[in-house]
């Protein structure tokens, strides 16, 4: 089972990017997935998450931090999920890392559990926000 990440990439603030996680070896369809980053010096901090509670209900959980910034989103005929990155800040300079928690009905919160508790993970792409 491998995750890939692609997308990363150098843009000034303001600016947009559009982070991707393919699965090998795993339908992404079926599972939570998970979008979580690492900057310099600090603790891995989950971003977003997009729930596998029914193929109807794709219910999502965002930090504080990224509210009305990030949306995530499912494609399920190209079994990929993407992070939608607007408005993006210096801060959110990091290596961003996908993550799948392989549960049938999996409800994402961002608790602790969640950021420890995930069953795979990719090798992550880098963002960097800088003029």
């Known amino acids: 089972v491998q995750l890939v990440e692609s997308g990363g990439g150098l843009v000034p603030p303001g600016g947009s990017l559009r982070l991707s996680c393919v699965g090998s070896?795993?339908?992404?369809?079926?599972?939570?997935i998970g979008w979580f980053r690492r900057a310099p010096g600090k603790e891995r901090e989950e971003v977003s998450c997009?729930?596998?509670?029914?193929?109807?209900?794709?219910?999502?959980y965002y930090a504080d931090s990224v509210k009305g910034r990030f949306t995530i989103s499912r494609d399920k005929a190209k079994r990929t999920v993407y992070l939608q990155m607007d408005s993006l800040k210096p801060e959110d300079t990091a290596d961003y890392f996908c993550?799948?928690?392989?549960?049938?009905?999996?409800?994402?919160?961002?608790?602790?559990?969640?950021?420890?508790?995930?069953?795979?993970w990719g090798q992550g792409t880098q963002v960097t926000v800088s003029s």
């Open positions: 997009i729930s596998s509670i029914s193929s109807s209900d794709d219910s999502t």
């Open positions: 070896g795993l339908t992404l369809n079926n599972y939570a």
């Open positions: 993550a799948a928690k392989v549960a049938a009905y999996y409800y994402c919160s961002g608790s602790y559990e969640e950021n420890h508790g995930m069953d795979y």
